[in-house]
């Protein structure tokens, strides 16, 4: 705090004091080296738990980031990304007009999230066609559990899919294999491919 004092006193220009301490405790956390130890400040924390609540403002998909922007990996039913004709494979390589190719998919989904209600225009490479599209962003829920049941010759094989240890996912596992059990499932198979990871102690619930 000392130091802080001094700098933001003597300091030749203004400076913010709260992005002075940020970056601070972002250093020392990351000095401990630790790969479980993490400082996120107000604004992330707030993002942190929006995901974890399984709810976010936003068009509705997941994404992985590219050279040339951020590849669609999923697509939510009734999504604005849904509306919108988005589809897997789809590369987004620009936010507004402003092109996202090298930027971490961090900075470039927070440029697509926003106030349910608000419009985002999204530049979409389709193979080698590209096209605008201007979506609404709304308040989306992330189906976390999805189930089906699948048949290994004369066997009942139940298919649970996990998408992350979101607030409350322990619940719906626990129900979607019981369900699956009093259907007469032999075994079940826990899918967590994609799983983004999320809250430790719904994992050990889970």
Not at 41 to 63: H, I
Not at 139 to 154: H, T
């Amino acid at each position: 705090e000392e130091a802080v004092d001094i700098i933001q006193r003597d300091y030749y220009r203004g400076v913010d004091r709260d992005q002075l301490l940020d970056k601070s405790l972002g250093a020392a956390v990351k000095s401990l080296d630790d790969q479980f130890s993490n400082y996120f400040s107000p604004k992330d924390y707030a993002n942190f738990q929006e995901v974890t609540r399984g709810q976010f403002s936003g068009v509705g998909m997941t994404v992985e980031e590219t050279d040339k922007g951020l590849r669609v990996m999923t697509v939510y039913d009734d999504s604005p990304a849904a509306k919108g004709g988005l589809k897997p494979g789809d590369v987004v390589v620009a936010v507004n007009g402003r092109s996202i190719a090298g930027a971490s998919s961090e900075a470039s989904t927070a440029r697509i999230k926003g106030p349910a209600g608000t419009k985002v225009k999204l530049t979409v490479r389709s193979g080698k066609r590209e096209r605008d599209v201007e979506l609404e962003r709304a308040r989306v829920a992330i189906p976390v559990v999805e189930s089906s049941m699948e048949r290994q010759g004369s066997r009942k094989v139940g298919h649970v899919h996990l998408a992350g240890f979101t607030s409350g996912a322990h619940g719906e596992v626990s129900e979607a294999v019981r369900k699956l059990l009093r259907q007469g499932a032999d075994g079940i198979v826990l899918d967590l491919r994609g799983n983004g990871g999320g809250l430790l102690n719904e994992a050990v619930l889970v």
